[in-house]
């Protein structure tokens, strides 16, 4: 396998809880993804904090009215990785 898809279904009520998204993500080292019911940045933010490789918004940013929050859902998930020097 080259990544697993953690997947809530489409316009999903709820998105993957964050527990699941970090039981998955710490046994793997291939990439998680997840999808469904994430319909705010930081609900975004909550999955890659809690492992989620890529994080997929589906049908949210086919509504016209939602494309003022890209880049905030951007923002929320590209957390840069600190070095320890």
Not at 23 to 49: F, H, L
Request: hydrophobic share 40%; charged share 20%.
């Amino acid at each position: 396998m080259k990544l697993i898809y953690l997947e809530a279904g489409s316009g999903a009520d709820n998105s993957v809880p964050n527990e699941m998204v970090k039981a998955v993500s710490n046994q793997c080292t291939i990439p998680v993804v997840v999808g469904g019911g994430i319909r705010n940045p930081q609900t975004a933010r909550e999955k890659v904090e809690n492992g989620a490789s890529v994080i997929v918004t589906g049908n949210y940013f086919e509504d016209e009215n939602n494309w003022d929050l890209i880049k905030d859902f951007a923002s929320a998930v590209h957390i840069k990785q600190g070095l320890l020097v």
